[in-house]
């Protein structure tokens, strides 16, 4: 078997170097001119005739070794039944020696417990009594712990509800204080103002009184004066007098002594009179002045009684006038009402003429009302216009996406005809040559060149020809996806703005939904509407429930500060990652959100897993079969002398680990002589079938003081990127990032466990 293989290489290595030579004889026969053709005629001839040889002792060879094959297995007995019981009997004896391993242990243990136990009585009494006494002890512990903690507990809850009680005391206090004030403060008012008009009354009356005290003392001042004047007036006539007798009766003095003596006396007395007068008359001045003082100094004092009497009135109707009327209250109310029926639409047809038509509508229910139903006819024109955005949307999609498959279509017909094109130019060259073999075989050297020369000349006319065809074609092609790319660049365009539209009227709808929101909170008092309820939805009618749900949802999520928080704390997390971190989760994303990244790098990597068994198939054939069924070699990079050192170690453990036979395994690797992290791959990455599993697998490999490299970190990496277990793949990270291990290494084997299903 393993003679037949190397003869099928070494007769494919002497093929590729014929075919090298053939070519290289090729090339130097049409690079040569007509003269040299002639002597290189014979060496090329030969050497295709050689080439068909090698190809006939070749098909010969192949067809002769897979009969035989073919003969030998089909003649070889079904060896699965020798197989499987094989393996049935491996397992079962597997088992059987764990199983009789473990009896021997347990009987050992047994065995030794047995014999301390034996030795160990007095002892465990002598425990098992300070055991008592320790508990005993702790029992005690424990309930004067508690005590005393149920002692603390019940002081601080005391001294706690006797300062609640202190301080509702001093609140209960302060309250009443603060009424007394208020009542003391209103008592004081009412008797302020009393008093108020009490010195007003007062004020008034002593006024009245002064008043008429003045008007007395005037009208007896005129008289005093009046009577002066006359007093005057009868002074100066009886001095006219007395002169007019004193100058008349001069002779006549010693008959009239007495009576001048009498009328000087009454001069006298007169005079006397008239200074009592004057006295009388200067000290009610003096009174009356005195008086005057006093009444203007009460009269200050009570007008700036009645201006602090004022300020407080004014204060008291600033704040009445600072309150709601009665009629503003009504009016409040009216308005309210009026919201209540624009938010609920509850004001029946017939209502609205009787209102209209009555004088209790005002403007300002007439103005609501009417912008009430200009933003209901606005809104159904908006819903109109965004059902039609969202139908042109759609059919522009639906366009795009017809298309882009035309030019799919396109590009794979393009393609093809170029692979056609291809085909076609290496098939005219084949038949040109073996043409040219056969004729000049048989009609002769000079036949043949100029046959060579005739149909070289026809393959050009043909091959030109062809070509415009080909490129006439290839310009329309051309010219098809230039339009097309034009269509897409335009139709993308129209979406970019058709969906700027759909967000902007999205955003209007919400803002309308909250003022309608605003509007609705006014529904303190229900408006009960007089006819019975309309449930027909009308264009004019409002939001629907469907789209008022809708609305509503986006309105609470707008206003929503979870989300806003959640976006924020997914940021904040974000920021926190390490470079190493960010560079892989946004690769991750890439590779996962791009359908075809994520399917080439999938390809490639069966493509490399396909070559390197392909290659260790060829190098070691006995190991082809059990390179199959071992898991971890998909998952690393390795070359072919790694392969021979390294495979055979790692084929012995992978069945004891896929057995879930870990003891067996582990017991293989310890007696191995040289260990190497290749095998221990091999029993992670086919132990790796649950997160328990690939923990026992590192405990172990740590237990046996195994140094991890970057195969080994990557593996396992990979082994948790399988089953999802982030946390572990960061503390590994971390693990790595210690150890120093090398960055590309991770990022490659990160890609391959994204792409492999994580």
């Known amino acids: 078997m393993f003679i037949l293989v190397a003869v099928i290489v070494s007769q494919d290595v002497i093929n590729t170097l014929l075919e090298h030579q053939l070519h290289h004889h090729k090339a130097d026969f049409k690079k040569a001119s007509a003269e040299e053709k002639l002597n290189l005629f014979n060496s090329l001839l030969k050497s295709y005739q050689e080439e068909v040889d090698n190809i006939t002792k070749r098909a010969k060879y192949g067809e002769n070794a897979f009969l035989n094959i073919y003969q030998k297995l089909y003649e070889a007995p079904d060896p699965y039944p020798a197989l499987a019981s094989s393996a049935d009997q491996d397992l079962k004896l597997t088992e059987l020696e764990s199983d009789n391993r473990k009896m021997k242990l347990e009987l050992d243990e ?49 001294k706690t509800l006797e300062l609640l009680k202190e301080r509702e005391r001093s609140l209960q206090d302060q309250l009443r204080q603060a009424k007394e004030s208020v009542s003391n403060i209103q008592k004081l008012h009412e008797s302020a103002q009393s008093q108020l008009f009490e010195f007003r009354a007062q004020s008034e009356e002593e006024r009245a009184a002064k008043q008429s005290e003045v008007n007395l003392l005037m009208d007896e001042v005129e008289r005093a004066q009046t009577r002066l004047l006359s ?11 007395l002169q007019s007798t004193n100058e008349d009766n001069e002779n006549k003095e010693s008959n009239y002594v007495d009576t001048s003596g009498i009328l000087e006396n009454s001069l006298i007395a007169k005079e006397k009179m008239i200074s009592e007068l004057n006295m009388e008359l200067r000290n009610m001045e003096t009174a009356i002045s005195n008086e005057r003082e006093q009444h203007m100094s009460e009269i200050k004092k009570l007008n700036a009684l009645i201006n602090e009497k004022d300020t407080a009135l004014e204060g008291i109707k600033k704040e009445l006038h600072e309150r709601p009327s009665a009629k503003l209250v009504d009016d409040l109310r009216k308005k309210v009402k009026i919201l209540q029926a624009v938010g609920y639409n509850s004001i029946e047809s017939e209502d609205w003429e009787i209102a209209t038509s009555g004088e209790e509508m005002s ?10 139903r200009k933003m209901e006819h606005e809104l159904t024109q908006l819903k109109m216009k965004l059902s039609e955005k969202a139908g042109l949307l759609e059919a522009s999609e639906a366009k795009a996406a017809e298309l882009n498959e035309k030019v799919n279509e396109q590009q794979k017909l393009i393609a093809k005809l170029e692979d056609d094109i291809l085909k ?20 002769g050297i000079s036949e043949v060149s100029e046959n060579v020369d005739q149909k070289q000349g026809s393959s050009d006319q043909d091959q030109s020809s062809m070509l415009k065809v080909i490129c006439n074609q290839r310009d329309r092609f ?9 269509e897409v660049r335009q139709l993308k365009e129209k979406i970019s703005v058709l969906t700027v539209e759909l967000e902007k009227l999205r955003a209007d709808n919400v803002k309308l939904y909250g003022k309608i929101r605003y509007v609705q909170d006014y529904n303190h008092e229900k408006l009960i509407s007089r006819g019975p309820k309309k449930h027909a939805e009308d264009l004019e009618s409002g939001f629907s429930s469907d789209v008022e749900s809708k609305y509503k949802k986006m309105y609470e999520e707008d206003i929503n500060p979870f989300a806003a928080f959640s976006k924020k704390e997914r940021d904040q997390r974000y920021k926190d990652l390490g470079i190493r971190d960010k560079i892989t989760l946004n690769s991750g994303r890439f590779i996962l959100g791009n359908k075809f990244l994520a399917q080439l790098l999938l390809c490639r990597k069966n493509t490399e897993h396909n070559q390197m068994i392909f290659k260790v198939s060829l ?52 007696e191995m002589p040289k260990k190497t992290t290749m095998s221990w791959n091999a029993m992670i990455a086919s132990h790796a079938k649950s997160k328990e599993e690939v923990v026992e697998a590192i405990t172990r490999m740590k237990a046996m003081k195994i140094s991890p490299n970057g195969v080994t970190m990557a593996t396992v990496i990979s082994a948790y990127a399988h089953l999802g277990a982030l946390k572990l793949k960061r503390e590994l990270h971390l693990e790595m990032n210690q150890n120093g291990f090398d960055l590309n290494v991770y990022i490659g084997f990160a890609l391959h466990s994204v792409s492999t299903g994580f």
């Not at 034996?118 to 508990?135: C, D, G, M, S, Y």
Request: hydrophobic residues 40%; aromatic residues 6%.
């Open 110 to 158: 047994f065995r030794t417990e047995a014999a301390h136990l034996k030795n160990q009585q007095a002892t465990i009494r002598r425990l098992e009594e300070r055991n008592r006494q320790l508990e005993q002890q702790m029992e005690e512990k424990v309930r004067e712990i508690v005590e005393i903690k149920q002692r603390s507990l019940a002081e601080e809850n005391q």
């Open 231 to 241: 007093l005057e007036r009868e002074k100066g006539l009886l001095r006219s007098q």
């Open 363 to 372: 403007k300002l229910e007439s103005l609501l009302l009417d912008k009430n």
């Open 424 to 443: 076609g130019y290496n098939a005219v060259d084949r038949r040109g040559a073996l043409f040219n073999d056969w004729d000049l075989q048989e009609t």
């Open 478 to 486: 051309r010219a098809r996806l230039r339009e097309t790319e034009e």
């Open 619 to 670: 190098v070691r054939p006995d190991f082809y079969i059990l390179l199959l069924h071992w898991p971890a070699l998909p998952g690393l990079h390795m070359s072919v002398q790694d392969v021979r050192v390294k495979l055979p170690q790692a084929v012995m453990i992978s069945p004891y680990a896929q057995a879930r036979n870990m003891n067996c395994a582990t017991m293989l690797f310890e």
